[in-house]
């Protein structure tokens, strides 16, 4: 056994529950602590000096100066693996081009997916590990990463074997998720729903044939994918075995009605969800995930988190790091503005990025600093945890530990 501290504080967040508001007089916050470990589990949260004492002859790693540590973070929405750049796409938007100006111009998702098809695979894998490395960096050390700039057989597939090994080549845990249904492709001769069958019947078969995802993820929008012939695509998915995830009321509202309808893990997006949505999510153990850096890279409103909480709702907080609408990749620093603008208190934000974004990814062994979980936290060199949101991304992580080993 290992035993890691003293700590000047360590926020376990034991406790607290996976729906609605948290105070910050909720926490647990234990002073001069230390975390057991063995086995790349937890085995116990407490005052350093009374687990040494209790535990004669342990391995020590002396923490010094002072520290506070939290559960590391997982970030349940990201777009990492892809190829090529959409600056010009951003410049466009803020000069005031609308969304089909710049699609007609070159830009737009479909750019991705040109880009991304282009790209050689040890290109792809190169540049996915570069990002997994600085969200690992931030103190995230669960990812989830998408497929959907293939968008045919051979680069949706290309873009899952490259996400699983990369898998291989980091400690961090990667969750990848089939989002082929992230628009109709220009190429593709046929209507939608022809689309979506194609994906079920020449797509999905061969990604759950090599074990590439277990996840598969749709984007209900005007300029996607329809809500009636989308419900149909995610439960003929689910009777295939797979868990399903949803894009949900980015623009126009009504898809989040069907996330829970069909049972999905979560709902992403959500800046256009209306009142009686988010009463229906509240109700439901379909997680409501927040995306700002989307609102952030688009100009648009943010999820109404405070609602969705005050409601009773499960809130995820991700950073739907992509090429086009959200390049910044910065979780913390997102979720900091999302708690400005929402007015969140500095519990809810925390559980937003740890244990119930764990739960929109269904995993419930980490995210908590708890007796049994996965030794995943992070280490802030400040004598007050509060200083990790209030410096809104400028404070750094000082170590990230990985299983109870530094990375």
């Known amino acids: 056994m290992k035993l890691i501290g003293p700590f000047k504080q360590i926020v376990t967040l034991a406790n607290l529950p996976l729906r609605g508001k948290l105070s910050d007089e909720q926490l647990e916050i234990i002073i001069d602590g230390g975390i057991l470990i063995e086995n790349n589990t937890i085995q116990k ?17 002396t923490i010094e ?42 830009g737009g998702i479909w750019s991705s997916v040109q880009h991304t098809r282009n790209a050689s695979e040890e290109e792809l ?25 293939g968008l045919d057989v051979e680069n949706e597939l290309k873009m899952l074997r490259i996400i699983k090994k990369a898998q291989g080549k980091t400690k961090a ?21 022809e689309y979506l069958e194609y994906i079920i019947t020449e797509i999905l078969p061969k990604v759950k044939e090599e074990k590439l995802a277990g996840r598969v993820d749709i984007f209900i929008e005007k300029s996607a994918f329809q809500p009636e012939e ?37 709902a992403d997006h959500l800046e256009a969800t209306i009142d009686e949505d988010i009463e229906f999510l509240a109700q439901s153990n379909t997680v ?8 952030l890279g688009l100009g648009e409103k943010f999820t109404p988190a405070r609602k969705l909480l005050d409601a009773g709702a499960i809130l995820a907080i991700a950073s739907d790091w992509n090429p086009g609408s959200a390049p910044m990749g910065n979780l913390i620093t997102q979720a900091s503005i999302l708690a400005t603008f929402q007015k969140l208190s ?26 049994g979980l996965k030794a995943d936290f992070i280490t802030f060199k400040t004598d007050n945890f509060q200083n990790v949101l209030y410096n809104q991304g400028s404070l750094t992580a000082e170590n990230v530990y990985i299983d109870g080993n530094k990375v």
């Open 45 to 61: 949260v407490g005052n350093f000096i009374a687990l040494q004492s209790e535990n004669p002859g342990l391995e020590i790693e």
């Open 65 to 106: 100066g002072e520290q506070i540590v939290l559960p590391a973070f997982v970030d349940s929405h990201t777009h990492i693996c892809f190829g090529g750049n959409r600056a010009n796409d951003f410049a466009m938007r803020n000069a005031g081009k609308t969304y089909l100006e710049i699609a007609e111009s070159g």
């Open 125 to 149: 894998l190169s540049t996915l590990l570069e990002r997994i490395d600085f969200l690992i960096s931030l103190g995230i050390t669960t990812i989830e990463v998408k497929s959907g700039y």
């Open 173 to 193: 845990t990667l969750v990848p998720t089939c989002l082929s249904a992230h628009l109709k492709p220009r190429d593709f001769e046929g209507s939608n729903q």
């Open 230 to 266: 989308s419900k149909a695509f995610l439960l003929k998915t689910k009777d295939l075995g797979f868990e399903i995830t949803v894009h949900a009321d980015q623009f126009t509202p009504g898809s989040s009605r069907i996330a829970v309808e069909v049972g999905a893990q979560s």
């Open 288 to 295: 409501a995930t927040a995306l700002p850096g989307a609102s």
């Open 346 to 371: 500095t519990a809810e934000v925390i559980a937003g990025i740890t244990f119930r974004s764990a739960y929109a990814l269904g995993l419930t062994d980490r995210g908590r600093l708890e007796n």
